[in-house]
């Protein structure tokens, strides 16, 4: 041993999952037998322990409490580990990293969700090494410092940044694209580390970590198509309790330059509403005012997303609504990147 350590939590999905041969049906497996599945853990020159959700979960159930809950147990355990992997079903992981990437601010060691398209238990699972890699990315160093201090996804020999990424199949296991900024690492013989988009950790080495526990889940997605009319807005503006709407919308951020567009975007900002702009696109980024047809957003105070991913755009704000009381904070803080999920 060479007194690293690195702590797996196991939230659900897929790659905990072993076939039950009286009933053919996927269960979860008890997770403090991990090195049944893979003895090759035993191999790690560093303790690895295990912890797990009290009833793990479907990524579909995945929520602001269950960030809290993973949040709550980084917090407790941070200064008894050198890193941490999540195992975490693939369809909302990346809204948990963009989640916990607001939510753990000031943080200087690696958490690296990770998961699998097919059960650990199965002969040609993707599990084993995507839990093997990320392990040994979370507990990776460079002249004492942790090499990746963020929270990242890995999956199928890619390393990419979480508030970056989306999931773009259900049948590859290249599950995951983060189409608006550079891969973190690459996984082959060895792991060639992008050391040019990696966050520095060396000015933050020292500083505690920063738990943000409070956030706002009544934001709203809307994604415009050609054909949606004035009625359907405003019945979506007018949910109860809703604070902030995030609006895919065509291309470079364009939209309707009917008045009667226009109108249902004022009826929901007058209600108090904030309103963001992130395009439908997998990559690019929005440019308000570069077309006819987005010049409107900027004319009402719409906000523009420039490259945020729709998942970082919702965790943003749920973060941001639950820390700030203020609109005009919150307007200011969504516009400037907080930990790398936004170029400017």
Same mark, same amino acid.
């Given at each position: 041993?060479?007194?690293?350590?690195?702590?797996?939590?196991?939230?659900?999905?897929? #790659?905990?999952?072993? &076939?039950?041969?009286?009933?053919?049906?996927?269960?979860?497996?008890?997770?403090?037998? +991990?090195?049944?599945?893979?003895?090759?853990?035993?191999?790690?020159?560093?303790?690895?322990?295990?912890?797990?959700?009290?009833?793990?979960?479907?990524?579909?159930?995945?929520?602001?409490?269950?960030?809290?809950?993973?949040?709550?147990?980084?917090?407790?355990?941070?200064?008894?580990?050198?890193?941490? *992997? +999540?195992?975490?079903?693939?369809?909302?992981?990346?809204?948990?990293?963009?989640?916990?990437?607001?939510?753990?601010?000031?943080?200087?060691?690696?958490?690296?969700?990770?998961?699998?398209?097919?059960? #650990?238990?199965?002969?040609?699972?993707?599990?084993?090494?995507?839990?093997?890699?990320?392990?040994?990315?979370?507990?990776?160093?460079?002249?004492?410092?942790?090499?990746?201090?963020?929270?990242?996804?890995?999956?199928?020999?890619?390393?990419?940044?979480?508030?970056?990424?989306? =999931?773009?199949?259900?049948?590859?296991?290249?599950?995951?694209?983060?189409?608006?900024?550079? =891969?973190?690492?690459?996984?082959?013989?060895?792991?060639?580390?992008?050391?040019?988009?990696?966050?520095? *950790? =060396?000015?933050?080495?020292?500083?505690?970590?920063?738990?943000?526990?409070?956030?706002?889940?009544?934001?709203?997605?809307?994604?415009?198509?050609? $054909? #949606?009319?004035?009625? /359907?807005?405003?019945?979506?503006?007018?949910?109860?309790?809703?604070?902030?709407?995030? #609006?895919?919308?065509?291309?470079?951020?364009?939209?309707?330059?009917?008045?009667?567009?226009?109108?249902?975007?004022?009826?929901?900002?007058?209600?108090?509403?904030?309103?963001?702009?992130?395009?439908?696109? /997998?990559?690019?980024?929005?440019?308000?005012?570069?077309?006819?047809?987005?010049?409107?957003?900027?004319?009402? $105070?719409?906000?523009?997303?420039?490259?945020?991913?729709?998942?970082?755009?919702?965790? &943003?704000?749920?973060?941001?609504?639950?820390?700030?009381?203020?609109?005009?904070?919150?307007? /200011? &803080?969504?516009?400037?990147?907080?930990?790398?999920?936004?170029?400017?």
């Amino acid at each position: 041993m060479n007194g690293k350590s690195v702590l797996i939590i196991y939230t659900g999905g897929t #790659i905990g999952m072993m &076939k039950d041969p009286e009933t053919d049906l996927l269960k979860p497996f008890d997770f403090e037998q +991990i090195t049944n599945q893979v003895p090759e853990l035993n191999r790690f020159a560093y303790k690895i322990d295990s912890t797990s959700f009290s009833k793990p979960i479907d990524s579909s159930n995945m929520g602001p409490s269950k960030w809290i809950e993973l949040a709550n147990i980084i917090n407790k355990n941070y200064n008894d580990y050198n890193g941490f *992997v +999540i195992l975490h079903g693939s369809d909302t992981m990346a809204f948990t990293a963009s989640a916990l990437s607001f939510m753990l601010q000031d943080l200087s060691k690696p958490i690296v969700l990770t998961g699998s398209q097919l059960p #650990i238990g199965t002969i040609r699972t993707d599990g084993k090494e995507n839990l093997i890699t990320a392990i040994e990315i979370a507990g990776a160093s460079n002249n004492g410092y942790p090499i990746v201090s963020e929270v990242s996804i890995y999956f199928e020999y890619q390393l990419y940044r979480g508030n970056r990424t989306t =999931k773009t199949s259900t049948e590859h296991f290249h599950a995951f694209e983060s189409y608006n900024y550079p =891969k973190l690492a690459q996984a082959g013989v060895e792991i060639k580390y992008n050391y040019k988009y990696l966050r520095s *950790v =060396k000015s933050i080495f020292e500083k505690p970590l920063q738990v943000n526990t409070t956030l706002n889940p009544n934001v709203g997605v809307l994604k415009l198509f050609p $054909g #949606i009319n004035r009625l /359907q807005i405003i019945h979506f503006f007018n949910t109860p309790e809703l604070v902030a709407v995030v #609006i895919e919308t065509f291309g470079s951020g364009n939209a309707p330059s009917d008045k009667w567009f226009k109108d249902a975007l004022q009826s929901g900002i007058d209600a108090g509403l904030i309103i963001a702009n992130v395009s439908q696109c /997998q990559t690019g980024s929005v440019h308000q005012g570069k077309y006819e047809t987005s010049c409107i957003f900027d004319e009402l $105070g719409v906000l523009s997303g420039n490259d945020l991913t729709t998942e970082a755009a919702v965790t &943003k704000l749920m973060f941001l609504f639950g820390k700030y009381e203020e609109v005009n904070t919150i307007k /200011q &803080k969504f516009s400037e990147p907080i930990c790398g999920e936004l170029t400017l």
